[in-house]
């Protein structure tokens, strides 16, 4: 194998791993849009919220690391409940520029909260996980991780989906909320069931970037706008059409990467975005309506 | 079984029901005829709980709808079978029954209903995981009415069941709407198609700009002059 086959397939690899935790990221975000038809803006800073739990509980308070992580997700996913009841439920009749408005302005409150609390220093778990050497090729083991435990969390919530009766609740009032009420369904209860759970893939998230990346209290930054763009690459709403642009997105950035800088990757990302609106507006898997 | 007395209702400013009184008494299938925005839909929604009457009262076996959450009506065994169907299009046939079996009640008893359901209409059954928006017009139309089916109602609400099929379609409907009678279900049925409907049910109200104009049995009312002269162009 020539030099540049290693790194192409060493990219296309770590493009996969990317993939699968830009697609958890996604799924959260599509979940609550789909189903509560609202944008939490918000949704990066509830990530960094997890990620300073996580730095609390293991570095600070040693905390073993999978109870932390568990913790995480359900005090995230407990985060999610609260952003829905006190923030969204009382909006829900409320011109979307409104709803827009008020997560955008908890997006603020939340970083400024945590540059109060917290500080702006950069932390990290101070965790080193190894580096798995494959024939000639680097694969970060934190990053083996967080795509195996993304996958499983996607895999959870589709049995979820599929499997119960709330599940499929989630999915119907995706579909028509307004006779949501003939099939015996509570709405308002379907809507903080789905709150926990974008919360808790949110919290599942912070848990598997912590891994990688220091937090911050604008680390929210990183994650948000990537994650809006995957969604709307994939058509707001649509779980699969987000789940297939998330790893679009991810080879995108990691072979852009690869034959320029790593910056380059991203700028190939946000063209091949803005291309795409115009071509198919509604999003990569979008539904003949 | 069902009464409702004096119900007004509407939507924002625009009132589409006035002062209506109607009632279905156990093992009747009653029917609602009128023109084209004479308030039936509103009728049937204001009934499920969609909508809420601005005055005036429903009862469902003695129980008060108007005090009723909305979500429990259906548990009260009413079904609805809105007008166009409004099926989950892009869930499968048997994830939307699965819909109408939601109800804890339903729950319990999901594969019996399942078989009822599939007995009533096999071809349901053949298409148990197409995604029910790419089925026909009348397929749509059996998907909903099992749908309503799965909760086990005692009383069901059809709206328009024969808008938009094909007249061979429409006779098939009706025959089956004798059968679920026939096999104990009350049925409240709103309807343009005036001489099908008039057939299947005992009783008829004629509902017109939003008030009860005429009630009686089928017979009276096929040998009504008024309704034979608007309605059946005889």
């Known amino acids: 194998m020539g030099i540049l086959d290693i790194f192409l397939l060493e990219a296309l690899i770590n493009g996969v791993l990317l993939g699968g935790v830009l697609a958890l990221l996604s799924l959260g975000l599509n979940l609550v849009f789909g189903v509560i038809d609202v944008v939490w803006i918000c949704y990066a800073e509830l990530i960094m919220l997890g990620m300073y739990g996580m730095y609390f509980l293991y570095s600070v308070y040693h905390v073993p690391i999978g109870l932390a992580a568990v913790v995480c997700i359900v005090g995230v996913g407990m985060l999610g409940v609260i952003l829905h009841v006190v923030v969204i439920a009382p909006l829900l009749g409320a011109a979307p520029i409104n709803q827009l408005l008020a997560t955008g302005g908890v997006l603020f409150f939340l970083q400024s909260a945590a540059t109060v609390l917290f500080g702006i220093e950069f932390r990290n778990l101070g965790l080193r996980l190894p580096v798995l050497k494959l024939s000639e090729m680097f694969i970060s083991y934190s990053r083996l991780l967080a795509f195996g435990a993304a996958l499983i969390g996607m895999v959870l919530v589709y049995l979820f989906l599929t499997r119960t009766y709330t599940g499929t609740a989630i999915r119907a009032i995706a579909q028509d909320r307004h006779i949501m009420i003939l099939m015996g369904v509570d709405s308002r209860r379907i809507y903080v069931i789905t709150s926990a759970l974008g919360g808790g893939l949110a919290g599942l998230a912070a848990c598997l970037l912590v891994l990688q990346y220091d937090v911050h209290p604008f680390v929210g930054l990183s994650f948000g706008p990537i994650t809006f763009l995957i969604c709307v690459l994939g058509g707001l709403g649509n779980f699969a059409g987000g789940f297939v642009a998330a790893f679009v997105f991810a080879e995108l950035i990691s072979l852009g990467g690869l034959y320029l800088d790593l910056e380059w990757g991203y700028v190939f990302a946000f063209v091949f975005f803005i291309v795409m609106m115009f071509v198919r507006p509604e999003g990569l898997l979008a539904r003949r309506s | ?234």
């Open chain 2, 1 to 234: 079984m069902l009464e409702l007395r004096s119900v007004c209702a509407g939507y924002g400013g625009f009132q589409a029901l006035f002062d209506v009184s109607l009632e279905v008494r156990r093992g009747e299938a009653v029917g609602v005829i009128g023109p084209n925005g004479a308030g039936k839909t509103t009728l049937m929604r204001v009934i499920s709980g969609l909508i809420r009457p601005t005055t005036g009262s429903i009862a469902m076996e003695g129980a008060d709808l108007l005090a009723t959450p909305a979500h429990r009506i259906v548990g009260l065994g009413i079904a609805h079978v809105p007008e166009s169907r409004r099926l989950f299009p892009r869930m499968t046939v048997e994830d939307n029954l699965k819909m109408g079996g939601f109800l804890p009640s339903a729950r319990a008893k999901y594969r019996e209903r399942l078989d009822v359901v599939y007995g009533l209409f096999p071809r349901l059954r053949e298409r148990s995981r197409q995604l029910a928006g790419t089925m026909s017009g009348g397929e749509q139309q059996m998907c909903a009415i099992g749908r309503a089916l799965m909760s086990d109602p005692k009383l069901l609400l059809l709206d328009e069941p024969s808008a938009g099929l094909a007249p061979v379609i429409v006779e098939q409907l009706f025959d089956l709407v004798k059968r679920i009678r026939a096999g104990g279900l009350n049925v409240l049925i709103v309807e343009q198609n005036v001489q099908q409907v008039l057939r299947v049910v005992d009783r008829a109200y004629l509902l017109k700009a939003g008030s009860i104009r005429a009630a009686g049995t089928a017979a009276e009312l096929l040998a009504s002059e008024t309704i034979r002269e608007a309605y059946l162009g005889v």
